[in-house]
T-cell receptor, first 115, second 113 residues
Framework: GAVVSQHPSRVICKSGTSVKIECRSL??????MFWYRQFPKKSLMLMAT?????????EQGVEKDKFLINHASLTLSTLTVTSAHPEDSSFYIC???????????FGPGTRLTVL | SQQGEEDPQALSIQEGENATMNCSYK?????LQWYRQNSGRGLVHLIL?????REKHSGRLRVTLDTSKKSSSLLITASRAADTASYFC?????????????FGAGTRLAVHP
């Protein structure tokens, strides 16, 4: 149990375009989903936290107009990187947790390359 | 911002040896969790230890927590080549009704056959 999927696993896009990444909890209801960014050989940096049906809470320094997060249902959250630039190239990982649960279950990640 | 610092940054051992990784943090926590990440993949949850616990075991894994020193350790006994991965500690902080994780820098473990 506790499987989280991400789609796509890899995406290459041109500078200036927008990219949407989906995160789904497959076998449980995720009241809270988290989005992280990871640079090569570095740790995960929390970008934002989203609760189903409400606006996401962004960490300090993360541009909410740049990284749009939607958590429309208990099994789906999306991250849209708007007007992508090469510096947005990174590994994006989502995680999900059930109500009042301490453990987060992570998706396999999405590698974004902006040319 | 990162809460934890891990030590060592990299560890190289032979199969059968034990591997110990340490994690230090700065603020009060609700729990501390250890995760494993294979190169280019997502994270796999290994073990969670609550702030009122001192030691926890899971198979070949042993985790300790010392809240007075704000530190934790992960011991992998009888290591195998398949244990090669990066290991991250993450401190759990209650925030807005959910458990927010702040990750350490990670330890890259290489186990040689």
């Amino acid at each position: 149990g506790a499987v989280v999927s991400q789609h796509p696993s890899r995406v290459i896009c041109k500078s200036g375009t927008s990219v949407k990444i989906e995160c789904r909890s497959l076998d449980f209801q995720a009241t809270t989903m988290f989005w992280y960014r990871q640079f090569p050989k570095k740790s995960l940096m929390l970008m934002a936290t989203s609760n189903e049906g409400s606006k996401a809470t962004y960490e300090q320094g993360v541009e909410k107009d740049k990284f749009l997060i939607n958590h429309a249902s208990l099994t789906l959250s999306t991250l849209t990187v708007t007007s992508a630039h090469p510096e947005d190239s990174s590994f994006y990982i989502c995680s999900a947790s059930a109500v009042r649960a301490d453990t987060q279950y992570f998706g396999p990640g999405t590698r974004l390359t902006v040319l | 911002s990162q809460q934890g610092e891990e030590d060592p940054q990299a560890l190289s051992i032979q199969e059968g040896e034990n591997a110990t990784m340490n994690c230090s943090y700065k603020t009060s926590i609700n729990n501390l969790q250890w995760y494993r990440q294979n190169s280019g993949r997502g994270l796999v949850h290994l073990i969670l230890i609550r702030s009122n616990e001192r030691e926890k075991h899971s198979g070949r894994l042993r985790v300790t927590l010392d809240t007075s020193k704000k530190s934790s350790s992960l011991l992998i006994t009888a290591s195998r080549a398949a244990d090669t991965a990066s290991y991250f500690c993450a401190t759990g902080l209650l925030s807005g009704g959910y458990n927010k994780l702040i990750f350490g820098a990670g330890t890259r473990l290489a186990v040689h056959p």
